[in-house]
């Protein structure tokens, strides 16, 4: 106990001097490690707990840390010293991170997580971001060699899970979405446990509205016609839908949703069709105004702007409001949309007609079907060709909807088909994206007729021909039945002189820079040949050139021929 005591001791020393200097935590890491070396040094029986050791200290002084902070608060301490509290909290978390890194053996490799874990627990709501600032930037390391079923994954799960309840999804939607990308960065995309295999429906998702009946004979009140409340109803009454698609095949909900939907299309419609025709008339009565009275920079800022809300209020003295809204009904549009989506998954697929051949068919469907996603119900030609025209309809008033409507149709169409390539993925019940590659076994078989296997193969043809003549080279050399191995000079140089004409120019057809007189390889056969049978000729060549040689070769036996016949 005396051990742990002078241990957590020393690491809130080697904190609280870090945290108070500019000085890299990196001096503390070293110190702590210095002095579990000493200590192990010492005392030997302690080498094996002193990870646990570790961990109870770091996580004591963590407690007192925060702990010491929240009294000051109560005390009405400045925001300063609440900063230096974050600065201890972030030296003590480089320690330890780093010392789990150099040295496993007295710093476990779960430490850190685990700190973060006690970190979130003791801190309020509105600090807790601030832990993610921290986080962020040293994903990659806080999560090497982390596996989902044990060990870090399990922690960084559960404090995750943690601060996801406790947070509100309506107040805090941007730090929600923090967390769950930093989920999935943490775990790998074909983990299960993210994805929703079974399909489950959020049917907790309850929309509460005035759901009183009006009488057929009711009158208007409040300046809102009957015509409107009922809209009202119909409207909020299709996210009971929405929160649950299957129920539409019970009882008459196709036809309710089916009412329903058509009516927003066409209230929507004539909402675009009136914006439309109101910002032609503005249009007209801007262009007599000048340049000066624009105003495009705080327009851009406008249009740029984006608007979300998980959950719109349902009063009544709302609606209206809502339906002038461009971001509300462009929203409505894509929760139908969605919708839309899933109710085409369902559409019968056609079945193969049997092949006439007699040999049976291969099936086309994965072999590990998911049959959570295998629902009962298919929908009927009507309903998919329904479905068909009001999508269209849809797309066509989302993309005349502002701001930016092309590109916000765009991308949904986009996002849509993504979605449909997950769910394909889902039913075959997440197939890993990384397969292992194949490993092939090939016997070389021994090729009788190869060269490099013959046992008389000498390395190249001309020594293989020896060796099989007889095994005394210099008596096949002087074997008159041979012949000569080399040919004469010009009968060497007949292929280039089919290059040339008569002048010595390149013939009719060959560039220059083809000639056999400008490879390097033959002039050198060339005049090696003409050392032997006409040396004479080097004293009339400047350079090495096969062409000249070619000439002079070709005068010296025309002089020859003219002696003898003279």
């Not at 742990?4 to 870090?18: C, H, W």
């Not at 910002?279 to 009275?293: E, G, H, P």
């Not at 705080?298 to 461009?326: C, G, H, M, N």
Request: proline fraction near 5%.
């Amino acid at each position: 106990m005396a051990f742990k005591d002078e241990l957590a001791a020393v690491i809130k020393a080697i904190v609280t001097r870090s945290a108070s200097s500019a000085d890299d935590y990196s001096d503390g890491t070293a110190d702590f490690i210095e002095f579990a070396n000493a200590f192990v040094d010492r005392v030997p029986d302690l080498a094996g707990p002193m990870a646990e050791s570790a961990s109870v200290g770091f996580r004591s002084v963590l407690a007192d840390i925060i702990t010491s902070s929240s009294k000051e608060d109560t005390k009405g301490a400045s925001g300063t010293a609440r900063d230096a509290m974050f600065r201890a909290v972030q030296v003590l978390l480089d320690i330890a991170l780093e010392s789990s890194e150099r040295h496993k053996d007295y710093v476990d490799k779960m430490l850190p997580l685990m700190l973060i874990e006690d970190t979130l627990d003791l801190l309020t709501i509105e600090d807790t971001p601030r832990v993610f600032d921290y986080i962020e930037p040293r994903t990659d390391r806080l999560i090497q060699g982390l596996e989902s079923g044990k060990g870090k994954g399990l922690i960084v799960l559960r404090f995750c899970n943690e601060l996801l309840r406790r947070l509100s999804r309506a107040k805090n939607t941007a730090f929600c979405g923090r967390v769950l990308l930093f989920l999935t960065s943490a775990y790998p995309l074909t983990e299960r446990s993210g994805v929703n295999l079974r399909g489950d429906f959020n049917v907790d998702n309850v929309t509460f509205y005035d759901e009183d009946e009006i009488p057929p004979d009711a009158m208007d009140v409040d300046g809102s016609s009957v015509k409107e409340r009922s809209f009202y109803s119909i409207f909020w009454g299709l996210q009971r839908f929405f929160s649950n698609p299957l129920s539409l095949f019970q009882g008459d909900n196709w036809k309710t949703m089916a009412e329903g939907v058509e009516r927003i299309v066409k209230e929507f419609s004539e909402k675009v069709e009136t914006a439309t025709a109101t910002a032609t008339s503005s249009d007209k009565k801007r262009k007599d105004r000048s340049d000066r009275d624009r105003r495009p920079t705080q327009l851009a800022v406008e249009i740029s702007k984006e608007a979300f809300f998980p959950k719109y209020l349902t009063s009544r003295s709302l609606f209206d409001l809502q339906l002038r809204d461009s971001v509300f009904r462009r929203q409505i549009l894509v929760q139908i949309l969605i919708v839309f989506n899933f109710l085409l998954i369902l559409v019968k697929k056609e079945e193969k007609p049997p092949s006439t051949t007699g040999s049976p068919q291969k099936s086309a469907a994965p072999a590990n079907v998911n049959k959570s996603l295998t629902y009962p119900h298919n929908l009927t030609k009507e309903q998919e060709e329904w479905l068909a025209s009001e999508r269209s309809k849809i797309m066509k008033i989302l993309e005349a909807i502002p701001p930016n409507g092309k590109n916000f149709q765009k991308s949904l169409t986009t996002v849509i088909t993504h979605e449909k390539n997950w769910v394909n993925w889902k039913e075959e019940s997440c197939p890993p994206f990384e397969k292992e590659a194949e490993r092939l076994e090939i016997k070389k078989a021994r090729l009788e007729q190869s060269l490099a296997v013959q046992v008389e193969n000498m390395g190249s043809r001309e020594l293989t021909m020896l060796a099989r003549v007889g095994r005394n080279p210099p008596e096949v050399v002087k074997d008159s039945k041979r012949g000569m191995a080399a040919p004469s000079l010009l009968k060497f140089l007949e292929p280039l002189a089919e290059q040339l004409n008569p002048d010595g120019t390149p013939a009719d057809g060959i560039e220059e820079e083809y000639l056999l007189s400008k490879d390097k390889i033959f002039n050198w056969r060339a005049y090696r040949m003409a050392m032997t049978s006409h040396f004479q000729l080097f004293k009339k060549l400047d350079s090495i050139d096969s062409a000249a040689l070619l000439k002079y070769a070709k005068e010296e036996a025309e002089a020859a021929e003219n002696r003898t016949q003279g």
